[in-house]
């Protein structure tokens, strides 16, 4: 299974999950995994991750840091 199986296998369990219960289940569920993936990075992954491109690009339009 490649990573990107894994990924979008998990945005669509998380999208099942909020259309057969409460759309705010989906966000939920996607939040919590965001908070176990940063709880298991390195600290240099971490900052990998925050200084990413896209994670720059879109906390810029959503109104972040």
Request: hydrophobic residues 35%; negative net charge; glycine residues 6%.
């Amino acid at each position: 299974m490649s990573e990107k199986s894994i990924i979008e296998d998990i945005i669509s369990a998380a999208a099942k999950h909020g259309r057969e219960s409460e759309p705010d289940h989906e966000v939920g569920d996607l939040q919590d995994l965001l908070r176990v993936a940063w709880k298991i990075m390195e600290p240099q992954q971490r900052i990998r991750f925050w200084n990413h491109d896209t994670t720059t690009e879109l906390l810029k339009e959503w109104g972040g840091n």
